[in-house]
């Protein structure tokens, strides 16, 4: 290695390798540093939870229904193919998918409008407008509907006046009410993002290529909303599956969901082993389904 | 060619957006089936304007306009046979360079075999060969300008409307980009219009041009007799490099200026007008001294001022005492004397260089 040996680096040479690698170092240091406090929070409160959720799933119950840590197996798992759980998941789904549906296309044609606003105040007080019931608890929202709902609410003397409906409360068609009442802001907030984001000279040019106005909204406008519709999607569909609040206050008994028949079966029906199971099976499928969706559609412009 | 026949006809168009804002202000222009026409401006003109109302994007507050004798009124873009190449190009980003190009085609359901040839065909005029399905994300500027270029010329448009389609290349390109669309204008002889507010575009590209000012056509004419014969001070200012002198006119063809000097000059304006004197600075010449300069010429007596060197010509600006000061541009060869600031000169120049402009 003669030639190496030659011509010795300087000082500097030498040492700038090592210096940057230390800094490096430094830096991904510091930015772990950064993140520690929430790394500890969910560990803490929310992986370590979920690990017990897990454990417990193959618990067994004493004669009480106490869960016992012991005698290891899986018959909360092998209950998940009960006709019971069939029917509420598959109700369930049902109510999670029109939800997210009716919260699309209503929340489309909202952000929409909100978007093409020309000046930048209107559209900030538009927004703030869809933010505003968050400034109130959820519960007491729900509550207010059910007012609305019962015999003698608005909604049901309207429904009566014209002869169109009756009494809502303890239905279905209620719970899908309260449902795009409480996550129709979800899906509006990242579509109105990825729809304010559109460079209308695109839809111009479209327009300048024979295309109607119809034809342009389908092959400009809507393909380049589209990281919104996923993502509005996702904020919906997910939180819409494991509903409580909105069926429990809203919902009667024939209108049970995932979330609800999990409660029940940590509080009524005693069965933690059961409703960990149910608890864990939501999780796993969620996951894999939201995996997919990215992996399919989550691909941006 | 009569005026029926005209592939623009713009009659008396204005546009207001709000209630103070006139944006273009009561023009008539008429511009010629084949004719690569430019409208040319500072931004803000009204220039986008005009184009966009031609394309139908914005409709006229009043006025009408007509594509080879059709009224297009308030005519969709969709149903205008014009197509634009936008100034930051609009390539439509979720789509590749083939379904970018074919776009219009399939909105107007011309038949798949015959989409795909001539997409194919529009791809090759603009020289994009080979990259038919890369995204424009994926695309150099150039390219994407090309791009644009293909996806409205493949409609074979009536007219082209071209806003600005060179502004965001750099120099070189830019350069390169003028003589391909002048070429590709020759070759498939659509009309086109283009915006553009660089008045050396205009200048290289245009059979003719028109200068816009503050919503107004200030003057339509040949590239040639834009820059020769500007007819008022804004395009004397606004096209190319120019100075201005005050003075007032003497008698026909002869001109006073501040200082007291009388030149023979081009004049329309009767005798006591107040006039300005423009000059172009490649048309003066400088001398050390009077004997030097051929007879017959306009002399005038100044020193250099200021020096500048643009590498392949230098500039002087050289004063007269009273009567202003101007700028004398000279070209970098060995003959030309170099001066030095505070040497006396004789400029000299011949009276068709100099126009006396009514203000």
């Known amino acids: 290695m003669t030639l190496t040996d030659e011509r010795k680096p300087s000082e500097e040479e030498a040492a700038n390798p090592e210096l940057e690698r230390g800094a490096e170092r430094r830096e991904a240091w510091r930015g772990f540093l950064h993140a520690v406090p929430a790394y500890a929070y969910l560990i803490v409160f929310f992986v370590l939870p979920l690990v017990i959720v897990f454990v417990f799933s193959f618990a067994s119950r004493g004669r009480t229904g106490r869960p016992l840590l012991e005698d290891w197996n899986v018959d909360g798992w092998a209950r998940l193919t009960d006709p019971l759980v069939r029917t509420i998941v598959g109700r369930s789904l049902l109510v999670a998918v029109m939800n997210t549906v009716f919260c699309l296309v209503i929340g489309y044609a909202f952000a929409y409008w909100i978007a093409t606003r020309r000046k930048q105040s209107t559209r900030t007080l538009l927004l703030i407008l869809v933010l505003i019931p968050f400034w109130s608890n959820f519960l007491v929202r729900t509550y207010a509907w059910r007012m609305l709902l019962d015999s003698d609410g608005y909604i049901t003397q309207l429904g009566e006046f014209t002869g169109l409906w009756g009494r809502t409360l303890f239905t279905l068609p209620a719970v899908f009410l309260g449902l795009l009442y409480g996550y129709l802001p979800f899906m509006v907030l990242p579509l109105y993002a990825a729809i304010e984001r559109i460079d209308w000279s695109l839809v111009e040019a479209g327009r300048d290529l024979y295309a109607s106005g119809v034809k342009a909204f389908l092959r400009i406008t809507l393909p380049l909303s589209r990281p919104g519709i996923i993502a509005g999607s996702i904020l919906v569909f997910v939180p819409s599956l494991g509903a409580y609040v909105t069926p429990d206050i809203l919902g009667g008994a024939k209108t049970t969901l995932l979330g609800n028949f999990i409660v029940t079966q940590f509080g009524a029906a005693r069965n933690w082993p059961f409703g960990s199971a149910l608890s864990g099976a939501i999780l796993i499928v969620m996951l894999l389904a939201t995996i997919l969706y990215f992996r399919t559609g989550g691909r941006t412009v | ?359």
Not at chain 2, 6 to 24: L, M, N, P, Q, S
Not at chain 2, 87 to 106: C, W
């Open chain 2, 1 to 359: 060619m009569t005026a029926s026949t005209a592939a623009v006809g713009i009659h008396g168009v204005t546009k207001r957006f709000g209630e103070d804002v006139v944006a273009v202000d009561d023009i008539d222009l008429e511009i010629q089936d084949g004719e690569f026409f430019s409208l040319l401006g500072p931004s803000g003109c009204g220039k986008t304007t005009t184009l966009r109302m031609i394309a139908g994007l914005e409709y006229p507050t009043a006025g009408s306009i007509r594509i080879f004798g059709e009224e297009m009124g308030l005519r969709p873009p969709n149903k205008r046979p014009i197509n634009t190449v936008f100034q930051s190009y609009a390539l439509f980003p979720h789509m590749n360079v083939e379904d970018n190009i074919g776009f219009g085609l399939r909105m107007q359901k011309v038949e798949k075999a015959e989409v795909s040839s001539r997409v194919g065909e529009a791809i090759d005029l603009v020289r994009l060969t080979g990259l038919n399905s890369r995204r424009p994300g994926e695309l150099s500027g150039g390219q994407q300008q090309r791009v644009a270029l293909a996806r409205a010329l493949v409609n074979r448009p009536k007219v082209l409307l071209l806003d600005e389609p060179l502004g965001a290349l750099d120099l070189k390109l830019r350069q390169t980009m003028q003589l391909e669309l002048k070429d590709i204008q020759s070759n498939v002889g659509i009309t086109f219009v283009y915006v553009t507010h660089d008045q050396e575009e205009a200048l290289t590209m245009s059979d003719r041009i028109g200068v816009m000012n503050h919503g107004q056509l200030v003057q339509v004419g040949r590239s040639e007799d834009i820059y020769e014969f500007p007819s008022n001070m804004f395009v004397a200012g606004f096209v190319g490099e120019m100075s201005f002198l005050p003075g007032e006119v003497v008698e026909t063809g002869s001109v006073r200026l501040a200082g007291g000097e009388v030149v023979r000059a081009r004049t329309d304006s009767s005798p006591g007008t107040s006039i300005t004197l423009i000059l172009r600075p490649e048309k003066l010449h400088l001398y050390g001294e009077v004997s030097e300069v051929p007879p017959g010429r306009n002399v005038l007596n100044g020193s250099v001022s200021r020096r500048t060197f643009y590498g392949n010509s230098l500039s002087y600006e050289v004063e007269l005492g009273a009567s202003g000061s101007f700028d004398v541009q000279v070209e970098n060869v060995p003959s030309q004397t170099r001066w030095d600031v505070g040497d006396k000169v004789v400029i000299d120049f011949h009276h068709e260089a100099a126009s006396a402009l009514a203000e």
